[in-house]
């Protein structure tokens, strides 16, 4: 019988077999769902076929041919009624004879059924068909035990060339190291086929365009083994990715054996070997090479002939029979996969040409594999830089920045010195003189020390402003928790600003929703109120005459609410996320009608949080503001001492200052003065316990920072001395240090005083000490 299938499996059988056989397909396609097409359905005489059979199905495609045995058939051993059976599993062998027997009917409609077979045959299950196999090897070892060897023939094969294709997927699957895949595929492929030489021919880049393309090209040669050297044309680290075959064809590019693998150490080794000087003298041999098809010679000596300097260089190293696949990593040429035989000429069948086959393109996926990872590692490594580099930028803006804040505390602590005490001066020089007793002020003369009064307190007020966030954002701001009443903060919160507002035509109120049991709480009470202070004032500032401020308290378990109302002007939505940013004011400076330093509402905000409370706003242009202030009970040990009594005027007494700093004294003396005190100002501070000794005085103001003496031994003594008299004593402490207030009282001072002074505190002090000389 002609062979006219390609892709079958031909084996010699008894006839005697075939009605079993014909049982066997008829029985499986039956389980299997498939349909059954036999020569009695579609009689195909002129062919030459004596019977035939086809399971067709979407998952398999099996067709078994018998005809008669083939005339140059060795008939030895052959039973008389012997023929040829063809299996065919290929679809496109499927598709020729679907095609050879309807060629062969006379019936259109049978014709046109064949003709859709054909046209949808797919390539099939592979698990389908390994089952197929399965169970017909073992109907030929039931039914024809001597014809089966074939067959098991065909999946012995089947199996080992799978087995080395499953070593190369796991070698790729296990491994990023290229070289390794490489070189343990050329081994293994070699051993399998039984080839003399197995060689991997890597394509090279041009010198002129290794440059180009570094960045994107991994090295691949292994070692040279000593004494071996390899050409100084093979850039190896620059050979990863070769061109298109247009490029190659054009360029006549060459490369290198880089990986060998060998039967025996006889062959001899062309490990670094080239044929690049042969491809410009053959055309015909570079298009072989790079068109991308499987390339196989039997004989070199015939298929070489017109090819000498190519045929010369195989015959060198003893090649006889080749076969060449070549790689493609995606649409470019990267190299070629090259069998040699060189005992003797070796005719290549048609399942080792597919087998190679199917190596080059595991191989290509594992040359792509490692191209994305050595991009990966490569886009890691800058990556990494750039987040080295972004980070030291970032610890350089940090270290800057702390410096500036470092910078501006410095600055802060100086201007506290140097405006707070000449201001101190003003304010208290300008308020001894509209208090002094000793001849009239003209009205002109009282307004410019009012406007003098007025303005060196609003500059005060702001320059502690400016201290007190620059304090909280360092951290150096610690609440002073205690126990208060939220009744009586409340109404002297709103009770400050009542004169401000009536001169406005502004209604202020309180709206106090708490009970009884509900009025102690437990925070910081200069804090609260100096928010409170803030929320209240700007509230008056922006509202316009006939309009209302409210102040709304009430309690809600441990959390504390004071919701703060107006009638003004409101706030636009689109500013409302700049109100609490320090140095903001919302309308433009060229138009801005209300004075403020735009420090209020973020210092009031830094107030809230040092709480843990919270403070949200709602506004509506020409409608009014309302800001909510939410401030959690905080933990506290002690409670607040009772209130301070309002002020009134003055007890009469005698004063000692003992102050070695002139200026501090005068403007102290004059203050106390024109309170109608006496004051007696003492400059050596060595001699204060003989001289208070002498005066008998009803209070001692002393600076703590004498230069003459200690201080803290003077106090020590004088309420040795004189605290049995009642004799009270006032310190006047740095505002800048936290622990003097503290030794002062261990030494015996009743009250202690920041310098440099505040005019009104310092009056309000020393009228405590003098009204209450128990106290102590």
């Known amino acids: 019988m002609p062979r006219l299938f390609p892709g079958s499996a031909e084996q010699i059988i008894a006839r005697s077999v075939l009605d079993p056989l014909g049982l066997f397909l008829a029985q499986y396609g039956q389980r299997q769902g498939l349909s059954l097409m036999t020569e009695a359905d579609y009689p195909v005489g002129p062919l030459g076929l004596d019977q035939f059979w086809g399971l067709i199905g979407p998952s398999l495609a099996v067709v078994l041919v018998v005809g008669p045995v083939q005339e140059d058939a060795d008939l030895r051993d052959l039973p008389p009624d012997s023929a040829t059976l063809q299996l065919l599993m290929d679809p496109d062998g499927i598709r020729i004879f679907l095609e050879a027997v309807g060629t062969a009917l006379d019936n259109p409609e049978q014709c046109a059924q064949l003709a859709s077979l054909g046209n949808h045959l797919g390539h099939g299950d592979p698990a389908a068909q390994a089952q197929f196999m399965l169970d017909w090897l073992n109907f030929c070892t039931t039914a024809m035990p001597p014809t089966c060897k074939p067959v098991q ?12 294709l499953n070593q190369v997927v796991t070698k790729i699957q296990e491994s990023l190291d290229l070289s390794v895949i490489l070189q343990t595929t050329v081994s293994e492929v070699r051993y399998f086929l039984q080839a003399d030489r197995l060689l ?11 440059g180009a393309e570094t960045d994107q090209t991994i090295a691949l040669a292994p070692e040279s083994a000593p004494g071996e050297s390899v050409p100084k044309e093979f850039a190896t680290e620059k050979s990863m990715l070769g061109g298109s075959r247009e490029d190659e064809k054009a360029n006549h590019r060459g490369g290198y054996i880089t990986y060998e693998a060998k039967s025996n150490e006889t062959l001899s080794s062309v490990l670094h070997y080239t044929e690049n000087f042969c491809f410009s003298q053959s055309p015909a041999c570079q298009e072989r090479f790079f068109s991308g098809q499987t390339t196989v010679v039997d004989n070199i ?8 300097c190519l045929h010369a260089f195989l015959t060198q190293v003893g090649v006889k029979s080749k076969m060449v696949v070549p790689i493609l990593v995606g649409q470019q040429f990267w190299g070629l996969l090259i069998v040699h035989q060189c005992q003797q000429q070796r005719h290549w069948e048609a399942w080792e040409i597919e087998f190679l086959g199917h190596i080059a393109e595991h191989l290509a996926i594992a040359i792509n594999q490692a191209q994305l990872y050595q991009q990966l590692q490569q886009q890691t490594q800058n990556l990494e830089v750039c987040v080295i580099e972004r980070t030291q930028d970032l610890r350089d803006a940090l270290a800057a920045a702390q410096a500036a804040n470092r910078a501006k505390s410095d600055f802060l602590a100086t201007m506290s010195h140097e405006l707070r005490t000449p201001l101190t001066y003003i304010i208290g020089m300008s308020a001894t003189l509209l208090r002094w007793s000793l001849g009239d002020l003209s009205e002109r003369q009282r307004d410019y020390l009012n406007t003098i009064h007025t303005s060196g307190e609003h500059l005060l007020a702001v320059i502690n402003d400016i201290l007190e966030v620059s304090k909280i954002e360092s951290g150096r701001t610690a609440l002073e928790v205690r126990e208060f009443s939220l009744t009586s903060l409340s109404r002297q919160s709103v009770d400050a600003f009542r004169a401000e507002a009536a001169k406005n035509d502004l209604d202020v109120v309180l709206d106090l929703k708490i009970a009884p049991d509900q009025d102690s709480f437990v925070a910081d009470p200069r804090r609260v109120r100096q928010i409170l202070s803030n929320l209240i004032s700007n509230a008056v500032k922006f509202t316009p005459a006939a309009g209302k401020v409210t102040l709304r308290v009430r309690r809600e378990q441990n959390v504390a609410v004071f919701d703060i109302s107006d009638t003004g002007i409101g706030i636009p ?18 138009q801005r009608e209300y004075q403020g330093t735009g420090l209020g509402l973020a210092l009031t905000k830094q107030l809230v949080d040092l ?20 401030i959690p009970l905080q933990r506290s040990d002690s409670a607040l001492p009772p209130p301070s009594a309002p002020e009134v005027e003055p007890v009469v007494g005698r004063i000692v200052l003992v102050e070695d700093n002139e200026e501090n004294a005068s403007i102290i003396c004059d203050m106390l003065t024109a309170a109608d005190y006496q004051v007696i100002w003492i400059v050596d501070g060595s001699r204060v316990l003989d001289q208070v000794e002498l005066l008998q005085p009803a209070a001692v103001i002393i600076n703590l920072n004498l230069a003459s003496a200690n201080s803290y031994d003077i106090i020590t003594a004088l309420g040795q001395t004189l605290g049995h008299r009642g004799v009270k004593i006032l310190a006047l402490v740095n505002g800048a240090s936290s622990d003097q207030a503290q030794r002062a009282q261990q030494a ?8 440099p002074v505040n005019p009104k505190q310092l009056l309000t002090a020393v009228y405590h000490l003098m009204r209450h000389p128990a106290l102590g």
């Open 153 to 164: 023939d065909r999946l012995d094969r089947q199996l080992e060339r799978s087995l080395v």
């Open 200 to 210: 991997i021919y890597q394509f090279a880049l041009p010198q002129q365009e290794v």
């Open 301 to 308: 000596d015939d298929a070489y002939a017109s090819v000498p």
């Open 573 to 590: 939505e689109s500013a409302q996320s700049l109100l609490f940013e320090k140095f903001q004011q919302l309308e433009n400076v060229r």
């Open 611 to 630: 709480h843990g409370g919270s403070i949200k706003v709602v506004s509506k242009v020409g409608v009014g503001s309302l800001f909510s202030v939410r």
């Open 748 to 755: 015996g001072a009743h009250d202690t005083l920041p310098h």
